[in-house]
């Protein structure tokens, strides 16, 4: 083969066996092979977040046998790198022939087909102990001290992220692994959110702070063990100020990103009640000094305590929940949630307003269940930095749970439930793969 062509392939770099080597070699051979290695947040969209930063994950490529160039690749999509380099040839491995990278290889065809590139396929070889390599490595990327500091980072990054509700491991992992590539680039939820409302429904209960914490913290763990993604946690009112602290420091130490506590006291009531179910809110001192407390019990820069404003819900008007954003931030809170149930945003549109008027900087987190209509990008212009998708899995999982029960009763008999609701018997076997 000439050396005069030149190849490209893209790596994630971060866990190196001998498969990524022996298609390292096969490319040199093929010419002048250039690695794109794909960012952290690439990486992160895919597969979980790496163990080293993209510079790292660089140097690593860099030092390998037959490559003789490094470039970061800022897209699961091959659009920069083969504009920018126009190689002869492609290289990866035939796996991405099906799933979701399917339509990444596919955009791929047609821009080599632009310049008269050329994709070489090696056959990708499953390997039992590259497998368990990767498990490891994800086990590694979901430790308390890796996991906890991503929500920071990820807000500094993006500017805005999203969390989907997770209540037990399954719901974790849908909120960590569900992908939709749009474009060449692939969009995923950024991390969960524990809600008190769904750990309360799923377990048979109303969301009064009935599931007390080890309960809570069951759920929790079930769902740290199999993801890697931040984790946000409803904390509810959070309870006493003395207990606080010490639910603070058990959040802490686990790996929970973050805990939003909200301005009420007496007996909670799930906030979509509204003021009819008679909810009382803290007054400010009082919550000041939890928030403050919270803070004090930290061990930590990277956990964040988050304030949650709940003037709007008890119909208290915009200067009450400004004043006590304003507080609350003041007293240590390194955010703020704001809520409503109005199914019209303004009134958290008129609250972003003014509340980022005087304050740039402090994460500003929407719960957006009743105002639906608002795209992630328009929140992000409004100076929103968390979007939480609070109850949706439980919402659309249990009509259809219901319906399967409902109907095999009718039928007196599972073939038509089975038909219309259920996914194959060989698909739930093998949806949680052993190892
Ligand atoms: C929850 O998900 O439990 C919340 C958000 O607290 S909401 O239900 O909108 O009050
Ligand atoms: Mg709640």
Redesign the pocket.
């Known amino acids: 083969m000439s050396g005069k062509k030149t190849v490209f392939m893209s790596i994630g770099a971060d866990v190196i066996h001998g498969g990524h080597i022996e298609i390292i070699h096969r490319a040199a051979e093929l010419g002048e092979l250039t690695v794109g290695v794909l960012t952290d947040e690439v990486v992160a969209s895919y597969k979980r977040h790496p163990l080293l930063t993209c510079e790292e994950r660089m140097k690593i490529a860099s030092g390998l046998k037959g490559v003789a160039h490094v470039v970061q690749q800022d897209d699961i999509g091959y659009a920069a790198p083969l504009r920018a380099l126009r190689p002869d040839y492609v290289v990866h491995g035939d796996d991405w022939r099906e799933g979701f990278q399917k339509p990444v290889r596919e955009e791929c065809l047609r821009l080599l087909a632009e310049y008269g590139g050329e994709l070489v396929e090696f056959p990708y070889s499953h390997n039992d102990e590259y497998d368990r390599l990767e498990a490891a490595a994800r086990a590694q990327a979901s430790i308390p001290d890796l996991r906890r500091g991503r929500l920071r980072r990820l807000i500094e990054k993006k500017g805005l992220i999203t969390c989907m509700?997770a209540h037990n491991g399954l719901t974790g992992l849908i909120a960590e692994k569900t992908a939709v590539m749009e474009n060449g680039v692939i969009r995923q939820f950024d991390g969960m959110?524990v809600?008190?409302?769904?750990d309360s429904t799923t377990k048979g209960k109303p969301?009064i702070e009935l599931v007390d914490f080890s309960s809570r913290m069951n759920t929790i763990n079930e769902i740290m063990e199999v993801t890697t993604k931040p984790m946000i946690l409803?904390g509810?009112t959070g309870g006493l100020t003395e207990h606080f602290v010490y639910t603070v420091r058990s959040l802490e130490r686990i790996g929970v990103s973050a805990v939003i506590i909200?301005d009420k006291i007496g007996l909670k009531r799930?906030?979509?009640f509204g003021t009819e179910a008679g909810q009382q809110q803290d007054d400010i001192p009082n919550f000041c000094h939890k928030i403050s407390e919270g803070r004090r019990a930290l061990k930590t820069s990277e956990f964040m305590i988050i304030a949650r404003v709940e003037s709007l819900i008890l119909e208290q008007g915009m200067e009450d929940a400004l004043e006590r954003a304003f507080a609350y931030v003041q007293a240590g809170a390194s955010g703020i949630m704001i809520?409503s149930?109005r199914k019209e945003p303004d009134e958290i549109f008129e609250f972003c307003r003014r509340f980022r008027e005087r304050d740039e900087n402090t994460v500003l987190v929407v719960?957006p269940?009743s105002f639906n209509t608002v795209t992630e990008d328009e929140w992000k212009k409004r100076g929103v930095n968390v979007v939480?998708y609070?109850?949706h899995l439980i919402r659309s999982g249990y009509p259809a749970m219901q319906k399967t029960a409902e109907t095999i009763l009718r039928c007196r008999r599972a073939k038509e439930a089975d038909e219309a609701y259920c996914m194959p018997i060989n698909e739930i076997l093998t949806l949680i793969p052993e190892g």
């Open positions: 509700e959110w809600s008190s409302l769904c969301d409803d509810d909200e799930n906030s979509l809520h149930r719960v269940t939480i609070a109850n």
